[in-house]
C-alpha cells in the first residue's frame, strides 16, 4: 500500500477499508509512516470525516497498537465510566469507589487533558502522595485489593493514540469527531471491561454546545463501544452551568470527598448515583437498574464507599487524612468573595465563562505541557434557580496572583445571569443513548 | 505567532494574512517549523483554498526564501515562458534560442516534472553532454553570451518551493490551484524577468480539462505575476491531442530542432511563433506584436534561432553535432507500426491516452525520484483532420520493452476516434488572459 495514495483517497472523500486503516495505524505506531503523512492524512479526515465503519476500524487499529488487560480472573463485573468533559465535572473520583463499593471492579485509566480546569489525574495529585503513574502489574494489584484504581495512560496501552494525540495537539486536527470517538474508545476498551458508560455533556461548558451534536457524538461512541464487544450506553447531561459548586483541582477533591460522605450537591450526588447505577446495570431491566440504584444509595450511606476512596488513595502512596482533614490539600493563599449586583433568580450560570476565569487563575492548561495551579478555582454560591440578594455572594474566588483578579471578577459577573422571575433548575440528565 | 493557530485558522476557512503567510514560509525554510506542521497547513489549503491576496503574499514569501537573479546589467528584455504541461510539448526548446535570437535574454529555470514524458529538463539532457545543473554564475555567464540558457532549479532559488514541493509530493497536497500558483511563480519571478508569457494548456491531456478551469488558472498566475512587479500574460492552449508529433524525450529534441530549422509540424511551429512573439511585445501594441511576429519568422528563416540552440547546446557542455545528426540522440531498440484498422477522417487523438501510452514505455515519472528511459515514445503520424486509409500507420512506437507493447497497443488504438465526415483541426489558441 502507498501512503500518499491514502492520503489522497481520504482527501476525495473515499472511505477506508479495515486493511488501509490497520496499515495507517500500525506503520505510524511502528514509525515507518512520518509525522508529516499522518498529519496530513488527519486533515483530511478533519474535512472528509469518517463513516461508522472507519471509525470502528480506526478505533480497532489504535486499540490493537498495545495491551489490552485482562481482569477476567476477577469474580465481577469490570466497569468504567468516560466523561467528554466540562466545568466542575468530578464524577469520577465519586463513582469509581461508589461502583467498587457496589461489589464491582473499576480498572479507570484516565487523561490529564486541556480544559478548563485538569482533568482527573490532575485532581488525584492534589491528594499529597498520590501516584497516578504506576505501572500496569500495580495497577491491577489495586484494582484487585482494592475494587478500583485510578491512573494516567501507560506505554502499553493504545501507543498510537499518544502518538497520534501528540500530532493532533499541533497541527489543528484535535476537533474531528472520528478522531476523538477512536482515541477515547481505544483507551477505555483497552481496560478489558465488561461495561462502559459515557457522560456525553451538553450545553455551554461542552465541547459539543447543541443536543444534536452531543447525540450524534454519543451514538458514535456507543456504536464503536458495541461494534466492538463492550457494552455500552451514554447519558447526555446538562452542563450549561458548571456541575456542583466547586470549579478547580483540590477544590473539587474535597466536594467529591463531600459526595462520598452524603454531603455533596445536589446534582452532583445526582448525577453520580444515575451514572453508576447505569454501570451496574449495564445488560438489565428497569428492576435491575432500581436495584442497582438502592445499592449504590447504600455504599454512600454506609460509607463503604468513602472507604473504598480512602482504600484506594492509601493503596496509590496518597494521604487518606485528607478525607477528613481537607487543610492537607493544597489552599490558595487568597479568596475574593464576588457580590451580586442585583435582586432576583440565578437564570443562567455560564459553565464556559466559569471555565475561562478558572482557567485564568491557572486551574487548567491550553497545552498539554504546560502546568496547572492544583489550589487555585472558584466555589459557587449560587446556582440555577436560587434567590439572590443584592450584596450577596455569587461566588468565591481562590486565587494566588492578584493580577489575575480583575478579569476574573469581571468574567464571573458576566457568568451569572440574573431574573426577576422565579426560574425551575433545569434537569440533569436530557437523553439516553445505546 | 503559534503556527497551530494558524493551521486552525486555515482549517476553518478563514484567510491568513501576509505576516502570518511570511511567517510559515521563512519558518518552515529555515527548519523551526516541521514537516508535519506544514503537512496539515497544506491539506487544509487544499480543502479550503486561500484567494487572491494570500496567494499572492504566498508566492511573494516563496520567492524571498531565496535569491532573485538580476540581469539588468544586459541590454535588452528579460523574458521567459512557462507551460502548465501537456503531451508533446517541447515549445521551450524552440522558443529560448528563437526570443534569444531575437535580440532578448531568456534565462529559463524549468522543472522535470511529473507526467507524461520528462520536463524541459529530461528532454534536454537526452543531448550527450548538456549539463542543466550549472552553478548560478555559469548560468548568468551562458546568458549574457548566448542569449539563452536553460537550467534546473538550483539551491539558492526559491528553496521554500524545493521543500515544500518534495512534502506535497507524498502527502497528497499537489493538486491545490495556491499552492500550484505559487510553486510556478515563485520560480519564474525568481529569474528577474521583465516578462512572462504562460501558456496554460486546456483539454484532455491537460491537468485542467475544462477551459473554464484553465482560465481560471490563468487568471490566478497572471494576477500573481503581474501583482508582483512581473507583466505576464497567459495563452490558453489545446491539448486535447498532442502537440506535434513527437511524445517523448529524445523523440521530441528531434522534433524540436526540425522547428528550428523551419520543417517542424505545423501546430509545433505556429505555437512557438504565437509565444515568442507575444513575450517579444507584451507592453505595447498589435502592430508592435505584428512586427514581433516578423522578427520571429526571421529568426527561423536566417538560421539564426538553430544557431542560438546551438551556441546554447554547446555552451552547457552538450554536443551540438545533434542538430545535424539525430543519430547521436538515444534511440530505442525496437520499433512498431501500429495501423489504422478503418478509413476516414481523424476525429480526435486522445492526449491523455497517449500521454499514458507514453508513460507505460518508460518516457515519464509517476515520482519525482522516478528515472526516465530518454529513448523511448510515440511519433504520430496522424492528426485531427487528416485522412487516414484502412491499414496505414496512425503512429509509431519506440520501445525497449517488448512486454509493454501490448498495452501500449491497445491504448493508442483507442486514443485515435476515426470518423466517416471530415473533420476541422481545432484551434490552437483558444483565449488570452492578461
Not at 241 to 258: C, D
Not at 314 to 320: F, I, L, R, V
Not at 337 to 351: C, M, P, Q, T
Amino acid at each position: 500500500m502507498n501512503v500518499a495514495e491514502l492520503i489522497l483517497k481520504k482527501r476525495d472523500g473515499f472511505a477506508l477499508v479495515g486493511s488501509e486503516i490497520a496499515f495507517l495505524i500500525s506503520g505510524y505506531t511502528a514509525g515507518r509512516i512520518p509525522d508529516y503523512q499522518m498529519a496530513a492524512f488527519c486533515m483530511a479526515v478533519f474535512h472528509r470525516g469518517m463513516n461508522a465503519e472507519e471509525t470502528l476500524f480506526l478505533t480497532r487499529a489504535m486499540l490493537e497498537s498495545g495491551s489490552v488487560l485482562d481482569f477476567s480472573s476477577l469474580p465481577g463485573l469490570k466497569l468504567d465510566k468516560h466523561s467528554t468533559g466540562g466545568v466542575g465535572d468530578k464524577t469520577s473520583l465519586v463513582i469509581a469507589p461508589l461502583v467498587a463499593a457496589a461489589g464491582a471492579y473499576v480498572p479507570m485509566i484516565s487523561g490529564r487533558g486541556l480544559g478548563f480546569t485538569g482533568g482527573t489525574l490532575d485532581k488525584l495529585e492534589t491528594i499529597p502522595g498520590f501516584e497516578v503513574q504506576l505501572p500496569l502489574s500495580r495497577f491491577r494489584a489495586v484494582v484487585e485489593q482494592v475494587g478500583c484504581a485510578m491512573i494516567g495512560q501507560t506505554d502499553e496501552i493504545a501507543p498510537a493514540d499518544r502518538k497520534l494525540y501528540a500530532l493532533r495537539d499541533v497541527t489543528a486536527t484535535v476537533e474531528s469527531i472520528p478522531l476523538i470517538c477512536a482515541s477515547i474508545m481505544s483507551k477505555k476498551l483497552a481496560e478489558g471491561l465488561d461495561g462502559l458508560v459515557l457522560d456525553v455533556k451538553t450545553g455551554a461548558g461542552a465541547f459539543m454546545p447543541s443536543l444534536q451534536q452531543a447525540s450524534d457524538l454519543a451514538q458514535s461512541l456507543v456504536d464503536i463501544g458495541n461494534g466492538l464487544g463492550t457494552q455500552t450506553v451514554a447519558l447526555i447531561t446538562d452542563m450549561n452551568q458548571p456541575l456542583g459548586r466547586a470549579v478547580g483541582n483540590a477544590l473539587e477533591v474535597q466536594e467529591a470527598i463531600q459526595t462520598l460522605k452524603g454531603s455533596g450537591p445536589q446534582d452532583v450526588a445526582l448525577l453520580c448515583e444515575k451514572l453508576s447505577a447505569r454501570m451496574l446495570s449495564l445488560d438489565v431491566t428497569a428492576t435491575e437498574f432500581n436495584r442497582a440504584r438502592t445499592s449504590i444509595a447504600e455504599a454512600i450511606g454506609s460509607g463503604r464507599a468513602l472507604e473504598k476512596f480512602a482504600q484506594m488513595v492509601e493503596a496509590q502512596g496518597g494521604d487518606p487524612r485528607v478525607i477528613d482533614n481537607p487543610a492537607l490539600l493544597p489552599r490558595a493563599a487568597l479568596q475574593e468573595v464576588i457580590e451580586s449586583k442585583s435582586e432576583g433568580f440565578v437564570l443562567g450560570v455560564n459553565a464556559r465563562a466559569v471555565g475561562r476565569a478558572s482557567m485564568a487563575l491557572g486551574a487548567g492548561r491550553e497545552r498539554v505541557d504546560a502546568s496547572i495551579d492544583p489550589s487555585v478555582g472558584i466555589l459557587l454560591n449560587k446556582k440555577i434557580g436560587d434567590h439572590v440578594e443584592k450584596g450577596e455572594p455569587l461566588c468565591t474566588v481562590f486565587y494566588n496572583q492578584a493580577a489575575r483578579l480583575e478579569s476574573v471578577r469581571s468574567q464571573l459577573l458576566e457568568a451569572f445571569v440574573i431574573n426577576a422571575n422565579r426560574v425551575e433548575p433545569p434537569p440533569l440528565i436530557k437523553g439516553v443513548v445505546e
